[in-house]
């Protein structure tokens, strides 16, 4: 029979997996309270929280939430990241705290949308630009074609009054 503060551990980390974006498994060992206190607050602003779970309970609730295949990057003693807002903010946010206070800690794997990520996909993922950038990107690439498009027309029209114009002149002179 299960206690009410495992059973509220379990909706909690069910709540968490249920609404997260992506999701960062991580190996602890080696962190002191006061350096997991502060990958903490180096993680908040982007929108990431960090959360230490049993694998069990871990892999219940991804089967409740209906993410079985989050319980695959759960391995050995394991600290989960998630972001809910923006997906790489959170992954870049981890890997720039870990490489700038040179912890040793061991990335198992993550969690994307759906779909399971290896440690390396993990981190070319933290190399990407941010989504506004991306974003930027996307809209000056469909925005450069139409540009020419509509100089390509305003050009044509303004030739063809510049013809017009020539063929009046030249029959008012004749």
Do not use: C
């Amino acid at each position: 029979m299960p206690t009410p503060r495992k059973v509220a551990m379990l909706a909690e980390v069910r709540d968490r997996m249920e609404r997260a974006s992506v999701a960062v498994s991580a190996d602890y060992r080696g962190l002191t309270v006061a350096q997991i206190t502060e990958l903490r607050r180096a993680l908040r602003p982007v929108g990431a929280e960090v959360k230490v779970v049993k694998n069990t309970l871990a892999a219940m609730a991804a089967k409740e939430a209906g993410r079985a295949e989050m319980a695959e990057i759960v391995k050995g003693p394991t600290a989960l990241v998630f972001g809910f807002e923006d997906p790489i903010g959170p992954v870049k946010a981890l890997t720039e705290h870990l490489r700038s206070k040179r912890l040793n800690v061991e990335l198992h794997g993550g969690w994307l949308e759906g779909r399971v990520l290896t440690r390396a996909e993990v981190e070319s993922l933290a190399t990407m630009p941010p989504k506004e950038q991306l974003i930027a990107d996307v809209v000056s690439k469909l925005q450069s074609p139409l540009y020419q498009f509509s100089g390509l027309l305003q050009s044509t029209i303004r030739n063809f009054a510049g013809l017009i114009d020539a063929r009046a002149n030249q029959l008012e002179s004749a």
